[in-house]
């Protein structure tokens, strides 16, 4: 990494946790001058404006989350232990998650989805990838005849989608983990009782 990246990836961590708990419009410049000890032509030596410091901020929360969930997966495992492990992943998180501000995906889609739509492009790709890595685990079950063959694999993922970042949004607002792990128990009986053979 040449000094330049270097500086633009310590803006992206140090201001990661603000811009989940503030959002967009709520993160001034005084406060990623705050969270980074730089100069405001520092961070606009880095960065072309405060929407690229953004962008790059949702990207890499964004893929420290996936890469979280990914971390709890391997090879070894048959698609039911995927597939649980990705809710035990939701179970167990939901206290640090929360206190870093909760869901990057969730918290960017409301506040990008009528102002800001170079955001929420990005959001919607996050959300695209997220369905496909579950599609993929339900797709390789199916062929090593875990799964029902006529299940509609898109259909499931998103639905698994649906329900953690509801349970994750009414958690959150309500300040009561029930409305999340409630999620996450529908989300196992739907698999037990209509994905596994």
Request: net charge neutral; proline share 1%.
């Amino acid at each position: 990494m040449s000094k330049a990246e270097k500086t633009r990836q310590f803006i992206i961590e140090q201001t990661a946790e603000l811009f989940n708990k503030k959002g967009y419009a709520g993160t001034s410049l005084s406060d990623i001058t705050s969270a980074t000890g730089l100069t405001k032509g520092s961070i606009y030596g880095n960065f072309e404006n405060k929407d690229e410091v953004a962008k790059e901020v949702f990207l890499y929360n964004s893929k420290r989350l996936q890469q979280s969930v990914a971390d709890k997966l391997n090879r070894e495992m048959t698609c039911r232990e995927k597939l649980f492990s990705i809710v035990d992943f939701y179970r167990t998180s939901w206290e640090s998650n929360f206190l870093r501000g909760g869901c990057p995906l969730l918290n960017t889609a409301i506040e990008a989805d009528d102002t800001m739509p170079f955001l929420k492009k990005e959001v919607a790709k996050s959300f695209e990838n997220w369905a496909q890595k579950t599609i993929n685990i339900l797709e390789n079950g199916k062929s090593q005849n875990e799964i029902v063959e006529s299940i509609d694999s898109q259909k499931y993922a998103y639905q698994f989608i649906v329900l953690i970042e509801g349970g994750i949004l009414l958690s959150k607002t309500m300040n009561n983990k029930a409305h999340l792990f409630n999620a996450l128990e529908r989300i196992e009986k739907i698999i037990d009782n209509e994905l596994i053979k």
